[in-house]
């Protein structure tokens, strides 16, 4: 049973809407014309079954029914109940869900999530500690250009997915966005709706358990335009052939279509992709086949180099690597390419993991699955910052090579308009200009010395083409970037690149979804870590027989520095470094000792945090510094960038009088 108070704000809700769909109104229409008309002039009781049937008859019901189904406010969802009560799990992120504008042109899918079942691997699912967060499912899906997170649920064998979504469809690359799709024009939507399952631990670490793209058009073919699926979800990687578990899916189009289609042509239509998707695969292999034999008889030595043409994804498909990449816009997420990289930067960098021993396990995330986790590897951030380097306007291109010990690495180059060559390193957010070596010029020219910690480049590519580097050494400092040379970077045919990877192609990877912007609160969540970091240090000292007695000004002025450096990671320009010495100077007394340790994470777990901290001696001397008048200051800030992604700056401080 809901709260008295929730029971009170539902029908409170239910009001609002029969008065805004004027449904009293519609109810005394309804009685005059039946009495008027079915029980003529003379007096009859109407009991309240002919009234409902009369109101049913005109559609009335449905129309209201249809109204209160679609307020996807964070009211409804709340009031929901379910089966299992989640006591263990407290979603703290803000609600997203608003009400539905629907657009009375234009045609919906319906996808509701009714629960899941055969998780078997959560089947002994350790129940949480009282008061601790116990792990969680959080289901996303992407739709030509739409993005939605659903509400997270606890793990458990039978997860109590109870979501729904309305999916807008219609074509504008066929000139009638403004129009209706009808059936033949939904049939042509080849986008599938990606579903990615995302597995939150108990200490808040992320993990990928499916990523399934799900063909949707088989509700076309059903009468009243209404189905049930099972969808069965693959685990990734070396587990993509084994069931992770099955969701229970309703798919139904609004409004339906007046005909059918036939099940005979949905198949037909989806066989014949099949077909031309395999043909357009198996030329582009037949292709790729001959420009390699080519490039090897060029230099024998060419087999050793890393020309990567093919990279498989979560679901170890095998696609070739400029499907990866395409122009993304941030729209007013990002501002700049410089910001764009922090971004990047700012995502966490986890390799891919591999059963047992042996060597690193290779896989590319598409889109979706690395911006849900929050995290992937180098080639991920690569291809991320390589999209939004090209959404502006850049001439980018992600490089395979590898940097010291001759460990394969990836990042991303820009070519200016005047030839000059910019690496980005996509893990740390750094640039670095390069400029080649000649290897002829005699000893007393100067010859540049690189920063960069590249060694080899082999090849590299973007979304329209590819090429191989076939100088005569691979060698990133003697490398000339002229990629008009075709004496030094051997090309592919960009026809046979846009055969199997331009945008719509139904051999290419689905449009790449939009980003989202953060949902953490930078105050709040700054004072939370800021407080709990006090509760650590305080306890550290006392277990050290030091009181510590906290200087909230000084606090505050360490925010400047924190700010600066933010801006410094982001920018590449150091400013306000010299107010946030004289505050200092101020704030400190003749004759006292003024500390400071300033570190950034990736994550708001303040206990790590600590733990991280007391690692460096600076920090621990620090915390545990004794001297007269010793007062001990501690700032948090929290950056925040799209996809809730983070740079959280920490800086510990103490001043103290110094007695010799």
């Known amino acids: 049973m809901a709260a008295p108070e929730k029971v009170t704000e539902l029908k409170h809700i239910i009001q609002e809407q029969f ?87 234009r045609r919906y899918l319906h996808l509701q999530v009714l629960g899941g079942k055969a998780f078997l691997e959560h089947l002994q699912e350790a129940e949480p500690l009282p008061g601790q967060v116990g792990s969680t499912f959080t289901l996303h899906l992407h739709f030509r250009n739409q993005r939605f997170r659903f509400k997270p649920v606890p793990c458990a064998c039978e997860p109590d997915f109870q979501d729904e979504i309305l999916l807008e469809l219609h074509n504008d690359s066929l000139g009638e966005g403004s129009r209706m799709a009808d059936g033949t024009t939904l049939l042509s939507i080849c986008d599938p709706v990606q579903m990615v399952l995302i597995k939150t631990d108990i200490s808040g670490e992320t993990t990928l358990v ?63 992709e099949r077909q031309k998707t395999a043909e357009k695969e198996r030329l582009f292999l037949v292709y790729t086949k001959q420009w390699w034999r080519e490039y090897l008889q060029i230099r024998s030595s060419h087999s050793s180099r890393l020309v990567k043409i093919f990279a498989q994804d979560e679901n170890w498909v095998n696609r070739p690597v400029c499907c990866y990449v395409r122009p993304l816009r941030a729209g007013r997420l990002l501002d700049t390419p410089r910001q764009a990289a922090r971004f990047v930067n700012v995502l966490g960098y986890e390799k891919a993991t591999v059963v047992g021993g042996g060597s690193k396990q290779e896989q590319w995330c598409t889109l979706l699955p690395f911006l849900s986790r929050n995290k992937g590897d180098c080639e991920d951030h690569c291809n991320l910052l390589c999209s939004l380097l090209l959404g502006f306007g850049l001439d980018a291109y992600v490089c395979v090579g590898t940097k010291g010990k001759g460990v394969a690495h990836t990042w991303v180059m820009t070519c200016a308009t005047d030839g000059a060559i910019t690496f980005w390193e996509s893990l740390t ?84 979804p939009p980003l989202c912007s953060s949902l953490i609160d930078a105050a709040t969540e700054s004072n939370e870590i800021e407080l709990q970091l006090r509760v650590l240090v305080s306890e550290h000292r006392k277990d050290l027989g030091l009181s510590t007695v906290w200087d909230d000004q000084l606090s505050y002025l360490l925010s400047p520095a924190l700010a600066a450096y933010e801006i410094e990671r982001s920018t590449g320009i150091s400013a306000g470094n010299e107010e946030f010495q004289d505050a200092i100077r101020r704030a400190v007394p003749d004759g006292h000792t003024y500390k400071g340790f300033p570190i950034y994470f990736l994550h708001r777990n303040a206990r790590r945090i600590f733990a991280t901290c007391m690692r460096s001696p600076f920090c621990e001397e620090i915390i545990g510094c004794r001297g007269d008048q010793m007062r001990t200051a501690v700032r948090a800030r929290i950056f925040t960038y799209p996809e809730s992604a983070c740079a959280v700056w920490i800086m510990f401080a103490c001043k103290y009088r110094s007695v010799l």
């Open 19 to 105: 008065h805004k769909m004027d449904v009293h109104g519609k109810i005394r229409e309804v009685l005059a014309e039946t009495i008027g008309d079915e029980f003529g002039h003379e007096s009859h009781y109407i009991s309240e079954e002919d009234l409902m049937e009369a109101l049913r008859r005109r559609g009335i019901v449905d129309d209201v029914m249809k109204e209160l189904r679609f307020l996807e406010d964070g009211h409804s969802r709340e009031l929901t109940s379910t089966p299992k009560p989640a006591t263990s799990f407290v979603d703290k992120r803000p609600r997203t869900y608003k009400k539905t504008n629907i657009d009375p042109s």
């Open 429 to 512: 957010g750094q640039r670095y200009i390069h400029k080649p070596i000649n290897p002829d010029d005699p000893p007393s020219v100067v010859q540049p010395k690189p920063l960069y910690p590249y060694r080899t480049i082999g090849c590299i590519f973007n979304h329209q083409h590819f090429f191989a580097n076939c100088q005569p050494s691979d060698s990133v400092d003697l490398c000339v970037c002229d990629l008009h040379d075709e004496s030094r970077w051997k090309p592919m045919s960009a026809e046979a690149i846009k055969s199997v990877c331009s945008p719509g192609s139904i051999t290419s990877l689905p449009p790449f």
């Open 210 to 272: 499916s990523s399934h793209f799900m063909e949707w058009r088989s509700v076309l073919g059903v009468y009243r335009g209404a189905t049930n699926l099972a969808v069965e979800l693959q685990g990734v990687g070396a587990e993509c052939k084994v069931s992770v578990g099955i969701l229970n899916v309703k798919l139904e189009l609004y409004p339906h279509l007046q005909e059918a289609l036939s099940p005979e042509i949905v198949n037909a239509q989806l066989t014949l």
